[in-house]
């Protein structure tokens, strides 16, 4: 298990200014991120024999990040403005918040703010190993809990009536037509959860008998026949095509924003592995 | 010199970025510090090495550190403002005030719904402008950023310029030039933001607070100022040391060009009502009834490497507004205005929400199709416009009545005119409305001057889907830096229901 509190000072930041100045963006030093997090992975071996091996290994992790210091005034990082969401520089903040119109919680009125965590509260992961006799089966199960995406691929599909549920009516109101209508005074209209588990790898192999690889080949000691896939299954209630959504490839801050990002597909793989 | 070469991103493309120079003495130390370390290398083959001794001294005088040819920096042209350097930033603005005219043309245009840019993805007219409007939207950055862009540059070229080594009518042409091209920036500026105003103070450290927001008066004030202090530098030069485009071949020396410098403070006096001044700017410019319609000055485009490609041929997108077929007056002949004819075309209609078109524009159908900056029609109109504000009925109908037969081929208005004064200015912004259609988002300038926005006809149904908006705010990456006390612009423009 490990625990990990990580102070960066005199980030390397790109801000942009105010562009009545002439100058569309600078790069400094300046500021205080502090991010912290925890790791831990518990391996258990249920069985071990001749004729059954498994083993267990379940992982959890999370992290936070928050803007200690800033000495310039907040700036947004990546997104498309508050109307369509960004996330935004604020010290005191985190960094990973999904910044938007909306309706002030106190009083109402639409204004700007931060309206959900981007970040996923944690994450787990299980894989087993379980070996009987020839065969090898391999599988590892993903779950993500929490977190925000902004699904405009969604909007887009609205706007143009496209959406799967357009036909349905709510108070003689087709819900994709409601949903552009509050979209201007809450951008948070298209933030949805991203929570998910996902089988992320199946692996079965089987070792072919020595003295069939002998028969086929004398040169070669073992031989193995994989077959895997990874994404296989995904359940979860994010209604855009994949909920590890990130538009502007992979990066730690700016995720979860889907505008018809291509989604990761799933893939098969069949492999022979030979030992001389 | 007058030639005529391509526009290039030579300087204003090294602006993009307010980087830290490049350190050229810490280079230079690096340098040194890799050759030292190699001489303590155990050496081999000290006989190649002595071999290699004569040509020491080449490379001692050799300058190792080479420019971004590409990127020419800020300190290049502070420090070294030789001739070539001053004639690549002044040319840079050229290139660079276009890409503010873009965005009238787009957008601006889709604020007066002269066209209506419809992509089924994508920040188009019924997906954004449409709504109430904040200052988060993608719209309209372009002619904030990039003319604020221009103005910084051209204020850059303005300090480099007395160390430069030019004699002193050339560095009037250069100041003449780029105080022309700033005048016309500002009053892009000017134009969108009305009423909410807009910083002029440009040019200081990007790390100062943002410059105070002056109102739309004195906007105009600074546009005139410059537009003039231009014509003073003008009449003082005798030639361009630099090349231009071929869209000012006709002014492409600085008499030429004070004449196109006249044609812009024309607009901006009529913008801010001063219809004697804009008499007198047009008296002094291009304008003359005995050459083209067309005659004037243009923004180039073109597929050449390096270069920009015109951005409004997108017949992919832009639509134009159905009501320039209801509106086009009948020739004698039964046909429509010609000005319709030749401008619009037939296409299959397509329907994205509400809003359904099938005209398009015929006006940029290639990559290469120059943007109109300013033409001699414009400029009649304008006198025309002026004369009537000031009660010249008679000249105002005169010109109305030569764009009339001569751009439009329609019959004079009827002599005498009976109708009201009123009636006339509509007649007017009918013969600006074709005449300067798509072109730089005139239809929404004029109709906002004389109060006439909600006047605009909107395709689909008139709804708060359809809200029309008299200035358009400003970009957020200008905002923050502002808070807390935002300016008006910054905040979100509720628009007006048809």
Known sequence: ?276 | MKTTIDTRAIFAEGQRRARQSPDRSGRRQAIARALSAAAKAPARTPALLLTLLPLLPILGACELTVPDYNNPSVEDLQTNPNSAAIAAATQGLLFDTRLTAADMVQWVGAFGREVYPMAPTGSSLPGSVRDPWDQTLFVGTQVWAEAYRNIRNANLLLEALPAAELPEPDKAAVRGFAKTVQGYDLLHIAVTRRHLGAPVAVGSDPNDPPAPIVSETELYGHVIALLDEARTDLMAADAFPFGVTTGLADFASPGEFLRLNRAIKARAEVHRSNWSGALQAVAESFMDTGMALDYGAQHSWSVNSGDLVNPANRPDLLWANTRFRREAQARSDGSPDLRFQTKFKEVPAYQLLEVSSDLQYTLYESPNAPFVWVKNEELILIRAEANLAMGNRAAAIEDINFIRVNSGGLEPLPDPWTGTDDELLDELLYNKRFSLVFEWGHTWIDMNHYGKLLEIPVLGPPSADQRLHDAMPYPLSECLPREPDVPPGCMTQQGYIP
Not at chain 1, 116 to 138: K, L, P, Q, T
Not at chain 1, 206 to 228: C, F, I, K, Q, T
Request: glycine share 10%.
């Open chain 1, 1 to 276: 298990m490990t625990y990990f509190n990580k102070t960066i000072r005199d980030v390397i930041l790109e801000r942009s200014l105010a562009p009545s100045t002439g100058f569309q963006e600078a790069i400094f030093n300046g500021g205080e991120i502090n991010t912290w997090g925890i790791e831990s992975a518990l391996t258990v071996v249920p069985f071990f024999n001749a004729n059954l091996q498994w083993t267990s290994r379940t992982t959890f992790t999370l992290d936070r990040s928050e803007v200690v210091e800033l000495p310039v005034p907040r700036f947004t990082i990546q997104g498309f403005g508050y109307f369509y969401g960004t996330t935004v520089a604020e010290a005191g903040r985190s960094l990973t918040l999904l910044w938007g119109n909306g309706p002030n919680p106190e009083t109402g009125e639409v204004g700007v703010g931060p309206l959900a965590e981007g970040n996923s509260d944690f994450r787990m992961g299980f894989s087993n190993d379980i070996r009987v006799g020839r065969f090898n089966v391999y599988s590892t199960l993903d779950w993500q809990s929490g977190g925000r995406a902004n699904n405009l691929t969604q909007f887009l599909f609205d706007l143009t009536r496209n959406t799967q549920d357009c036909n349905t009516l709510v108070g003689g109101e087709s819900v994709c037509v409601k949903r552009n209508r509050e979209f201007p005074n809450n951008t948070g209209t298209y933030f949805q959860d991203i929570s998910f588990v996902k089988l992320r790898e199946l692996t079965v192999s089987y070792d072919l008998p020595e003295e069939m690889v002998n028969g086929v080949w004398s040169g070669a000691r073992h031989l193995r026949l994989n077959m895997s896939g990874r994404d296989l299954l995904t359940f979860t209630d994010y209604a855009g095509l994949d909920p590890e959504v990130s538009n502007f490839g992979s990066e730690a801050v700016g995720r979860g924003v889907d505008v018809a990002p291509f989604p990761p597909s799933r893939s098969f793989w069949f492999s022979i592995d030979v030992g001389f």
